[in-house]
T-cell receptor
Framework: GESVGLHLPTLSVQEGDNSIINCAYS??????FIWYKQESGKGPQFIID?????DKRQGQRVTVLLNKTVKHLSLQIAATQPGDSAVYFC?????????????FGTGTRLQVFP | EAGVAQSPRYKIIEKRQSVAFWCNPI?????LYWYQQILGQGPKLLIQ????????DSQLPKDRFSAERLKGVDSTLKIQPAKLEDSAVYLC????????????FGPGTRLTVL
């Protein structure tokens, strides 16, 4: 079946370093990809998204890269801060009739140490 | 702009009891979603409403779970009777469009079934 997976369940980085969180997907029909951040006890928070007609999109300290050839998505966080510690989910939009649904991966925990 | 509201935040019940969760989406959002998030996993879509109609409920265990979105605004999710494996966080989200756009999540309701 269709799936979204993450290569690394836990990522530990030093404060100030750059972080890269990876995601593989298998649905070639998907045209919308999202990264969410979830802190303990909270709901997922939107970080950044990208559509399939793009291969890179930048936000504040975050960049999402999309490689449709190998069905790979990554989230880059520049100058990682303690407040970035959370679980990060990639998700992709799957066609559903006249609309779409969102499929989430299992998540990667980002730990930032001083 | 007020976010997605959910209540209660926590609920503890015994198996075979009933429970109901409430969600108030962001004003004007057409699509409302209920997700189940088991500890250590990504959110799993249970049901998706567009206005007051059901778009997708393929993952909803209909023998015990029910949901409604009267008047296309607030929504309730009910479990009757609850099982131990229903212990999870139940997340509500809403999006302005018809699906496939950015979803905004509430804080979730943590359910513990004893």
């Amino acid at each position: 079946g269709e799936s979204v997976g993450l290569h690394l369940p836990t990522l530990s980085v030093q404060e100030g370093d750059n972080s890269i969180i990876n995601c593989a997907y298998s649905n070639s029909a998907s045209d919308y990809f999202i990264w969410y951040k979830q802190e303990s006890g909270k709901g997922p928070q939107f970080i950044i998204d990208i559509r399939s007609n793009m291969d890179k999109r930048q936000g504040q300290r975050v960049t999402v890269l999309l490689n449709k050839t190998v069905k790979h998505l990554s989230l880059q966080i520049a100058a990682t801060q303690p407040g970035d510690s959370a679980v990060y989910f990639c998700a992709y939009s799957q066609p559903l009739g006249n609309t779409d649904k969102l499929i989430f991966g299992t998540g990667t925990r980002l730990q930032v140490f001083p | 702009e007020a976010g997605v509201a959910q209540s209660p935040r926590y609920k503890i019940i015994e198996k075979r009891q009933s429970v109901a969760f409430w969600c108030n989406p962001i004003s004007g959002h057409a699509t409302l979603y209920w997700y189940q998030q088991i500890l250590g996993q990504g959110p799993k879509l249970l049901i998706q409403f567009q206005n007051n109609g059901v778009v997708d409920d393929s993952q909803l265990p209909k023998d015990r779970f029910s949901a409604e979105r009267l008047k296309g605004v607030d929504s309730t999710l009910k479990i009757q009777p609850a099982k131990l494996e229903d212990s999870a966080v139940y997340l509500c989200a809403s999006s302005p469009g018809s699906g496939g756009d950015t979803q905004y999540f509430g804080p979730g309701t943590r359910l513990t079934v004893l």
